[in-house]
Nanobody, 124 residues
Framework: VQLQASGGGLVQAGNSLRLSCAAS????????MGWFRQAPGKEREFVAR????????YYADSVKGRFTISRDNAKNTVYLQMNSLKPEDTAVYYC??????????????????WGQGTLVTVSS
């Protein structure tokens, strides 16, 4: 699976941004999808995950209630809607794909395919 993330940019605190991740190469609906982020000088961290069907989502506590992950299997795309952005949300955001399964995957090593990352900068 090839993943291409887009939608990053510079935004003021309190505003919104939507990231997209387009997949190609294999059956998109065979994969659970996740978003991770890595801030400067910090380790990569889990942000959100959505099951292959879109019926089940899971979020890191730091973004719960502000971010929404969704997917459109007909368009082979997963989204991350980010509202009420904070300066601490500044990071490179990565989408990732893992073979579908019942376990909620929040660790990077559980994902097989990764996009190239898109930079989100939130100014105060």
């Amino acid at each position: 699976v090839q993943l291409q993330a887009s939608g990053g940019g510079l935004v003021q605190a309190g505003n919104s941004l939507r990231l997209s991740c387009a997949a190609s190469g294999r059956t998109f609906s065979s994969y659970d999808m996740g978003w991770f982020r890595q801030a400067p000088g910090k380790e990569r961290e889990f942000v959100a995950r959505i099951a292959w069907s879109g019926s089940n989502t899971y979020y890191a506590d730091s973004v719960k209630g502000r971010f929404t992950i969704s997917r459109d299997n007909a368009k082979n795309t997963v989204y991350l809607q980010m509202n009420s952005l904070k300066p601490e949300d500044t990071a490179v955001y990565y989408c990732a794909a893992a073979p579908k399964g019942p376990i909620i995957k929040t660790r990077g090593y559980e994902y097989e395919y990764w996009g190239q990352g898109t930079l989100v900068t939130v100014s105060s």
